[in-house]
């Protein structure tokens, strides 16, 4: 099978991936991953499959929602506004603070469950936790909707551990069903303005997870909410799009899941935490 130059590692895992599109096997095509379904055509970008589908609750119910996240899954399809985030990362003390802070809540998380082979990290944005993440899985996949994130990190991998990159929707992931070990979703629960997508968010990835998911959301009862709904009448801040613990746990029961623990980032400084989903 002849493989686009920078994808020689795709061959390995396309055997556990599903066309985003109808679910069908994908296949290698000369330049482009072909469905053998839909007869959809994926082509690649330096080695990236583009299999991200666009859009929210329309492309999985007959509903069209007021307030979507589709605004959002188009900023960072640039890499330089890519870079503009993740360097905010680099720069920035109270941000490079947050990060310490969430490599110990995975180092800790990750180590209380087994070893990854395919860890799926989604969205990985530009690899600010692949280091950490790629010491508990044999292979990372990274995977966001944006194409400038994933040139970002692929341009920025040193090419010490072995990883794939390939745009993907959170709404509609391109693996089977319970292909992948394992399955981080950082920072992205909590730009999803509706219940519909936020719900969306955690079935796809406990459906293509075997073992556990790691999903950070906003804690509806956090400090920082608690703050911020005070505040409201008087600078007319637009609520945070947060989730309950209660809810976080009944979604994961109703995917085989069960919420083992959901810690805080900080308790005053941040609303963030870190949801353990461990399939029984
Ligand atoms: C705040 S960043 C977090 C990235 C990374 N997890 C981290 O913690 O640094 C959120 C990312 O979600 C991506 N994104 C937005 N909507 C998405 C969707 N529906 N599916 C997958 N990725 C999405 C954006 O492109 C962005 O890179
Ligand atoms: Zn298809």
Redesign the pocket.
């Known amino acids: 099978m002849a493989v686009p130059q920078g994808a020689h590692l795709l061959p390995s895992i396309l055997e556990a991936m599903r066309c985003p599109r109808c679910s069908d096997d994908l296949r290698i095509d000369g330049e482009h991953l072909a469905c053998g379904g839909c007869e959809a055509r994926f082509p690649f970008r330096e080695g990236i499959p583009l299999l991200a589908i666009q859009g929210t609750t329309e492309t999985w119910t007959d509903r069209t929602a007021e307030e979507t996240?589709e605004e959002?899954?188009r900023?960072?399809q640039e890499v330089d506004e890519a870079r503009k985030y993740n360097e905010a990362?680099r720069d920035r003390w109270t941000k490079r603070w947050s990060t310490q802070r969430e490599y110990r809540l995975l180092e800790r998380l990750l180590s209380s469950q087994p070893r990854s082979h395919i860890l799926l990290?989604?969205?990985?944005?530009g690899g600010?936790?692949s280091p950490q993440l790629s010491r508990y899985g044999d292979l990372l996949v990274e995977a966001?909707?944006?194409l400038g994130?994933l040139l970002y990190g692929k341009g920025n991998h040193g090419g010490q551990d072995p990883r794939i990159w390939m745009t993907?929707?959170?709404?509609h992931i391109p693996f089977r069903d319970e292909a992948v070990d394992a399955v981080v979703c950082?920072?992205?629960c909590h730009?999803l303005p509706t219940p519909d997508e936020r719900e969306r968010l955690v079935s796809e990835l406990l459906r293509v997870a075997r073992r556990f998911v790691i999903m950070t959301f906003f804690g509806h009862y956090s400090m920082k909410n608690w703050v911020r709904r005070a505040r409201a009448p008087f600078d007319g801040q637009p609520p945070k799009m947060t989730m309950t613990i209660e809810r976080v746990r009944e979604l994961a029961g109703e995917h085989g899941a069960e919420l083992v623990s959901y810690s805080p980032l900080s308790r005053l400084f941040s609303g963030h935490r870190y949801a353990l989903m461990v399939k029984g």
């Open positions: 996240s959002y899954q900023a960072y990362y990290d989604l969205p990985s944005g600010r936790l966001d909707i944006a994130q993907a929707s959170a709404f950082c920072r992205l730009h």
